[in-house]
């Protein structure tokens, strides 16, 4: 069954180092999503992208935030000076198309820890 | 704002037994709506979907799911629970009165244990 795929599974980064996590969406989908799960906290919307370009950002996906698509098969998510508060889990997603209707398919996540 | 609330934080039930996983949700027009379940290092997993038509909607693993619109609530539910079904359970809302369509929001999660 085809899945999301994300590497690395955990990275430790410095506070003000720039890190890019990165995925594999499914290879038929369309839309490709960021979420980010803080510990013990719900799973927050980051941002989607459709067509090479952000459809949709949250309050949360500011300008230190943002996203890629540099092959035709990555979607990477870079944060730019990582701070304390950015450690979390980062989850990717994609689903085949952008309907309110449709479910998206969820990678296993990338646990990213700012010291 | 499209809202979910899950009131459990934890549900323990018997091998065997009836599961209910509770979900209610607020938007503001018609609700499309979802679970999803989490095991130990793995993503989020979807289970099941509500969009339109049939109260009761069946999923994955055995799992169904109740639609209520007057008591706004979307239970998780299973005739006989197993102990491989011990996971986090998140319910998700999208609102179609919310411009922008692809948000996901989703509640805080309820951890399923099920004891042998």
């Known amino acids: 069954e085809p899945e999301v795929t994300q590497t690395p599974s955990h990275q430790v980064t410095q506070m003000g180092q720039e890190v890019i996590l990165r995925c594999v969406p499914i290879?038929?989908?369309?839309?490709f999503y960021w979420y980010r799960q803080i510990l013990g906290q719900k799973v927050e919307f980051l941002v989607s992208f459709y067509n090479n370009e952000i459809s949709e950002k949250s309050e949360i996906f500011d300008d230190q935030f943002s996203v890629e698509r540099p092959d035709g098969s990555n979607f990477t998510l870079k944060i730019r000076s990582t701070k304390l508060e950015d450690s979390a889990m980062y989850f990717c997603?994609?689903?085949?198309?952008?309907?309110?209707?449709?479910?998206?398919?969820f990678g296993q996540g990338t646990r990213l820890t700012v010291v | 704002a499209q809202s979910v609330a899950q009131p459990e934080d934890q549900v323990n039930v018997a091998e065997g037994n009836p599961l209910t996983v509770k979900c209610t949700y607020s938007?503001?027009?018609?609700?499309?709506l979802f679970w999803y379940v989490q095991y130990p290092n793995r993503g989020l997993q979807f289970l099941l979907k509500y969009i339109t038509g049939d109260n009761l909607v069946k999923g994955s693993y055995g799992f169904e799911a109740e639609f209520n619109k007057s008591q706004t609530s979307f239970h998780l539910k299973k005739p006989s629970a197993l102990v491989s079904d011990s996971a986090l359970y998140f319910c998700?809302?999208?609102?179609?009165?919310?411009?922008?369509?692809?948000?996901?929001?989703f509640g805080t999660g309820t951890r399923l244990l099920v004891s042998p």
């Open positions: 998700a809302v999208r609102d179609s009165a919310v411009a922008g369509f692809q948000k996901l929001v």
């Open positions: 997603a994609s689903s085949p198309t952008g309907g309110r209707g449709t479910e998206a398919f």
């Open positions: 938007v503001s027009g018609n609700p499309y």
């Open positions: 290879s038929n989908h369309l839309y």
